[in-house]
């Protein structure tokens, strides 16, 4: 992989000019919600492994939290089983949210980990349910139905109620990686699958966080869409508030800007919305000056 | 649940007679192998639970490794996959083994892991590929193919080549119940299947466990399986090498019996083959003078 | 012991319905005043020891303050000293004093702290002199003479003034179980003989403890002696102060209800006032829905 | 106490002399052997109590182990009951040896505790009992009649047959001055009285100490003891065990020898006998140059 | 250099007369500004690393801060640098802060070190530089001019802004006597040269140190130097700022008062002004009764 | 600094390609010889000081042994003071060894320190006299008179006896950089200057160090000086001590390849000579495939 253009000097040279980056979070906790392309492609797959790793040895403590509903819809349909949708949410009978959980615990999740240890780290898989992680309970639909706003039951779509953050620290404490799958836990025992994002934004909130990087499909929020000029690279919750409210922040983009919100919320410091489908997009963003994506704070 | 007939006093009597077998494993390590029966009825399921709960509350290090065999068949069934058999092992191509992991990683073992919290544990699952606690290598399958004996390459059948158990140590220091689904991964990363007893012999080995006990189908080892009488209470390591040999031990109980060596010969303490079929086989073994199942030593 | 009309499987119950009352009290200190008949009994002491014991082994941080009045009027009895009472107090000039201490730390406590260690346990005799645990200062008796409330000094009979609990926490720490005699130390070095149960409590509010229990030779309050039926299981604090105040609760009865609510007023979460002439009475206490004696809170 | 004759330069450079001493010390393990007449004079008790607190807050970690027959015998009469010796062992029946234990363990070792503590030492009276620190067993006496020598029971007078150090050292660790009555116990739970010698050497041996000294009153060991000029300042292990059995070292000296022989035997560095009835004996041997006593090594 | 007339005895009784001293300091830490005769002389020098090492093994906590004034103006002089004072500070170029560096971190720093070593203690040499223990800004010196009051920069002559007391802290942890010159860095990473007593003067606020002892060559204050009767032996620190004002306190004595005052007002317990001229000083004004210097509190 | 022509990406991807090496290094300890040109010329002092950061910041233990000699020699210039050399060593009375233990100590160390903190580190300056870090001897100079080898006393001019590194030990342990002056304290406490090549081994020998890297003026060990194409990259420590005797390796290169030999027999892992005048050239050397210098191991 190594460029033939660069010479071992202008290599030294580079290193060194991410030092003050690598200076500023030593130390510091940093979580990441994986999903979207940068899960599928495997060249983004393994340029985000590396960057975990570059993160750990540098000495960052991570956490990873993982999405995956496109394979759960392909697992699924593999076994015949018809998915519909209410608002965005997959409606999720006891036979779905199982699937899921296989998917989401017994594949994605592990295929994480073993990519992380084969890049030397010690990762350990998690879902909200090891140590009742998160607790969870029940999330309605909101749908408009002729102008008026119902709350629609869609079976085991879940938020988290309470977060018991102690397994995550525990093991950051003892130099692992924890990646954890969107499973949470009802009283009852029941899973629920919970909206990755969210659950980053949890996360990152228990752990009083330096930053949530949340890797999208996207550049990050513009103003107008349509001009790509119009890119907000820095905004103020309140702000970002007010653009949900007003509209301009609208779409798939609302749940991306509110998972920001609700880490910084709840604790974490900084929040971003970066490309997950540029390579090593999580050192471009900490260990260089170019300035990617949409910071929340 | 509760038997009216036992009146107080009783109870407390009952207590009090515990307390040597208590006294006697405080602060020990035991590995569980759970799985069969126990694992399939919900009566036997709730009592196993409550038997590990009972188990941590005075103060022993519970670790638990599950099989989950027939699960997987019946979801292989599910997805129409055809399953067969070389000389009792699955044939385990690409697809088996995914479906595999996902069943025992991401149903059964977080459905074990739940039922312990919510009986007031702390349960974190692992499966072999977190912190690369099981490195596994390909196991071929034996068969005699007109009296010669040859070795047949049957897939992801795996066999563990080492086992770091420091993600294990970790977790009972800080309180936790680790619950292990007997999943390996190779040094390509690619995930093994691998026999649970095997597993549970190799972590209790590993742990310098005090007792593992294998919770199985059967009441134990025979001399010969028609006449009660001839029941072997306790199995001295050589003999049941000798017993193996000589055919006294056959069947479906040779791997039994080879897990409890492979335990004591990596560091266990005692190995015990105990009839998962009874409600509270556990706390019968361990608490009560009442003998149950076969010890090998 | 073993009562053979119990079935390994009732056993196995039993045990099993203890767990929630074994989980309760996991990792909480609970402090016995241990006194009266169950210190004189052969039957009741093993059985007091072997309640202890059992609370150990399921993680309660026991300690144990004791009494011994009969056993110091009957050992001045031996040497000829006669003993005279004021108010239930007894007068304590020097000699005796010396005596109360010889039988209380080098008798009594010795005795229990050998027979716990019998039962596996490392038990350490302590003494309120022993890194001036209890600094006590001098208690006159109340008369009432001809209406006329006075205060008459009875010589070496003390009040702790201050609780030094930094020893019993570290033996605590250390797994041992400390067992306190009641004699404390006054500024000028000199001992005092202290109520057993003031001390208990002083002990269980310095320790912030769940519970204290005053095994005692009664059942627990009555709201009148003479009527069986209007026994007191539980009395909130205000109320208790009512009831002596008002005269329901009187004669011996008062000093070990003040007991009770002097352990909650400093930090002790309940007291209980327990029948220790039954066998197992703390286990029935802890470990049984039976719910003895009165419970003041 | 200040004695106007020194100056306070005199007095500073009086203190910078015993640095070379301090500082050899500081940091190790000292077990003194309290007894003799240090034990009854009271102006040599606040002598002992002074130099022991010197040291400890001088950086040495001190263990007490006392003596007390003579108190013993003193009780033993104020109650009328007759004490018989054989070969210089007391017969020691079963009231004799729970008389013995009160005086030495409730009496004597609890009355050191209080003076040590009155001089801002945290001092714990500890028994063999506690934690089963000394396990004893029965010790005959060896009588010669007629030339023969033969083994005499007479009740329990015992010998350590084990010492389990922990909770010395676990005091020590945190500070506090162990105080130890020479009282083992029985596999039976019995109390065996034991001399006092023996005790602080095992202790000492144990502890693997720096130091033990045995406060006699008697100025050493000489040579002939009726010529002063032939006393020995220091004795070879080897030559001590020459002279008990070429008989120079003879009578009460032979057990005082033995302890310190038995002491390095077990693990001290070196062992003093020295006078306890020189007020400040022990500072005067370790801080001085005066070379007190005599020295085993 | 012991004095044969004090017998072994008289010494005994003196250590112990210095006991409740002792106990006093124990485990506190103790700030000593060491310069003037006491850092000329050799037997001064001589006397205070005892002192300084009988502190540290009777468990005090010490920590030195030294000047240098005359040895850095006699190194300029020798290589012909000549020195100007403005208000009494020295006037100090880029080459004059490097030679006073150098003379007092490399010379005069690592000599006490070395002395202190030699006396078995392990002392390690700090300047303000290391670990950024002194930040310095720039102090400018008051001149009158005609009456008029007015401020003139005379270099790198500087004044604590912050002290990062951690290395410190982390060095006594570990048993550790630092030793400090008196050198700050700049935020431009210069250094400056700062008055020893107000540099021991934030080290002692900074540590909360017990005391802080300005060795000095005078007695300590004078209401009137004339009249040896006015000498104070305590000041309250408002007492100390009115004597200020009111030039009850002059010359060369008003910056070392204001350091007293300064230690107290930034967390130090008490300060005092002590005659460095006296052998053993330290000893005299710790141990004894003598009462020596004035004390600020 | 940041050249312009390298896009983020770049960046980025040449940060992923030092992954493997940081990975090698994290946790390991690092000493660096500080000398020569790489402590003259301000731009490679500032390389020095960036590679040094990063080191740290990617979880390397680093510490820093420096020279300065042609400091030394420009001092006693400048105060007028003659040197001369026998054989390659400096001629050493008292007056000149004070001057380099200034000019080591409080000059080069300080500023090495200062530069360090002042890119976010905490190094702390450290000489062989503090806590006795290196206890050093006279080191007589070998001179050959008319073919005979003889030895000449040239004064303060020394080498390690005795290295006690628990002081750098405890340093690293808590996150600081020791920078350590080659000074050494001799048995009466004098200054002894030391080869810092030597000294710079004795430190990595007695840290266990994973690398010795010295920073020297030339390119490494060539078999012939004249031929480039000669050049060294890797030598076993027997072919090292080979070519010295066979003389392929002479002059100024024996001490080096000696100070290299001398670390690896005292338990550092490797040593590396490496030129000194290339910007970063730790960083080529650690973290680039660009293998820089002269291995021997």
Do not use: W
Request: hydrophobic share 45%; proline share 2%; charged share 25%.
């Amino acid at each position: 992989m190594i460029n033939k253009n660069f010479s071992a000097s202008d290599r030294a040279a580079i290193l060194v000019e991410a030092l003050p980056y690598i200076q500023e979070f030593h130390g510091k906790t940093i979580v990441i919600k994986y999903g979207g392309n940068a899960m599928i492609n495997d060249a983004l797959k393994a340029s985000v492994m590396q960057d975990v790793a570059l993160m750990k040895f540098v000495g960052i403590n991570v956490v990873i939290v993982h999405g995956g509903g496109p394979e759960i819809t392909g697992f699924l349909k593999k076994i015949g089983k018809e998915t519909s949708f209410v608002s965005g949410l997959r409606v999720t009978d006891e036979e779905t949210v199982e699937i899921a959980e296989m998917v989401l615990d017994g594949k994605i999740n592990s295929e994480i980990v073993t990519l992380l240890n084969r890049r030397g780290l010690r990762a350990v898989g998690l879902s909200g349910k090891d140590a009742d992680l998160i607790q969870a309970e029940k999330k309605l639909a909101t749908v408009y139905d002729g102008g008026e706003k119902t709350k629609v039951d869609i079976g085991y779509v879940g938020k988290a109620k309470q977060v018991n953050i102690q397994i995550v620290n525990d093991l950051i404490a003892r130099g692992y990686v924890p990646v954890i799958a969107p499973i949470g836990v009802g009283e009852d025992g029941k899973s629920y699958n919970i909206n990755a994002d969210y659950v980053a934004a949890d996360i990152a909130g228990a752990l009083k966080a330096e930053k949530l990087l949340l890797l999208t499909d996207t550049e990050g929020v513009y103003k107008n869409f349509e001009d790509k000029s119009s890119f907000i690279s820095a905004l103020k919750a309140d702000e970002a508030r007010e653009f949900i409210k007003s509209g301009i922040i609208s779409g798939g983009m609302i749940p991306k800007v509110e998972a920001c919100l609700r880490a910084i919320e709840r604790g974490a410091n900084k929040a971003y919305i970066i490309d997950g489908r540029l390579e090593h997009s999580i050192i471009l963003e900490l260990f260089t000056a170019a300035g990617l994506g949409t910071e929340v704070e």
